[in-house]
């Protein structure tokens, strides 16, 4: 079992918005042409399915069967891989791909990133489109370090408190996930990891994995990039041939 198996049933709790950014993804992969899509660290489609249902040909890879399980009830065309960004083969090659909501960072160090970039490269077409949307850590630390969020159901039955630390090289997430059943009361709690990833080491590495840096914006809305006040960083890369 992975942690995300542990947290697959409350994950759209604590993202509910993101049908907002969506309808920049769509545009995105409209404006340079690409039809054919990977989206590493699928979760449970909440991009993924909007898209599939607008019509891209797009498929998924995630390590957490338990998320694969809930895509199967709610998409069952959409295909899934099952494994790991870090070491994957998919027979074929894509004219996108796509690591939204940090999935880039849910590794342990600057060499697994590069191996996750790597393998993008290899299975992207020529000019191919990597949509990287990563947190700017040194904002969001400045604002929530040691800080606590809460999220829940309509009826309250499930209620997940998330707590946000620095601890060494990574940014922490401690899940704290309440349930409420007819068996009574449980509680769940699992550590999420962010890498604290260099922006400059990245850059480099995007270089000498073969990408190009096109563009660069500040959320998944299409706001501009500011270093000093943006939470989130979002860069588009274009395979060199």
């Given at each position: 079992m992975t942690i995300y198996d542990a947290i697959g049933d409350a994950y759209d709790l604590v993202y509910p918005n993101t049908a907002e950014r969506v309808p920049f993804v769509k545009n995105l992969l409209k404006k340079y042409g690409k039809d054919s899509v990977l989206e590493l660290g699928i979760g449970t489609g909440l991009f993924a399915i909007p898209l599939h249902e607008a019509g891209f040909n797009i498929e998924g890879l995630e390590i957490s069967q338990v998320m694969i399980d809930v895509i199967g009830q709610r998409a069952p065309g959409l295909k899934v891989h099952k494994g790991d960004m870090r070491d994957y083969t998919i027979n074929g090659r894509y004219d996108a791909i796509l690591a939204l909501s940090s999935v880039l960072v849910f590794v342990a160090n600057e060499q697994e990133i590069k191996?996750?970039?790597?393998r993008c490269y290899e299975h992207l077409e020529s000019k191919g489109i990597l949509l990287l949307e990563l947190p700017n850590h040194s904002v969001e630390i400045s604002h929530s370090n040691n800080s606590q969020e809460i999220h829940h159901?309509?009826?309250q039955s499930t209620i997940v408190v998330i707590q946000s630390a620095v601890e060494g090289q990574d940014w922490?997430?401690?899940w704290h996930i309440f349930r409420h059943n007819?068996?009574?009361l449980?509680?769940?709690?699992v550590v999420c990891q962010e890498f604290l990833y260099s922006p400059v080491v990245l850059a480099a590495q995007l270089q000498e994995t073969g990408f190009d840096v096109i563009e660069t914006y500040g959320d998944l809305l299409g706001n501009p990039f500011d270093?000093?006040?943006a939470w989130r960083r979002v860069l588009i890369c274009e395979k060199r041939d």
């Amino acid at each position: 079992m992975t942690i995300y198996d542990a947290i697959g049933d409350a994950y759209d709790l604590v993202y509910p918005n993101t049908a907002e950014r969506v309808p920049f993804v769509k545009n995105l992969l409209k404006k340079y042409g690409k039809d054919s899509v990977l989206e590493l660290g699928i979760g449970t489609g909440l991009f993924a399915i909007p898209l599939h249902e607008a019509g891209f040909n797009i498929e998924g890879l995630e390590i957490s069967q338990v998320m694969i399980d809930v895509i199967g009830q709610r998409a069952p065309g959409l295909k899934v891989h099952k494994g790991d960004m870090r070491d994957y083969t998919i027979n074929g090659r894509y004219d996108a791909i796509l690591a939204l909501s940090s999935v880039l960072v849910f590794v342990a160090n600057e060499q697994e990133i590069k191996r996750c970039l790597q393998r993008c490269y290899e299975h992207l077409e020529s000019k191919g489109i990597l949509l990287l949307e990563l947190p700017n850590h040194s904002v969001e630390i400045s604002h929530s370090n040691n800080s606590q969020e809460i999220h829940h159901n309509e009826d309250q039955s499930t209620i997940v408190v998330i707590q946000s630390a620095v601890e060494g090289q990574d940014w922490n997430e401690t899940w704290h996930i309440f349930r409420h059943n007819e068996e009574g009361l449980s509680h769940k709690e699992v550590v999420c990891q962010e890498f604290l990833y260099s922006p400059v080491v990245l850059a480099a590495q995007l270089q000498e994995t073969g990408f190009d840096v096109i563009e660069t914006y500040g959320d998944l809305l299409g706001n501009p990039f500011d270093e000093s006040t943006a939470w989130r960083r979002v860069l588009i890369c274009e395979k060199r041939d």
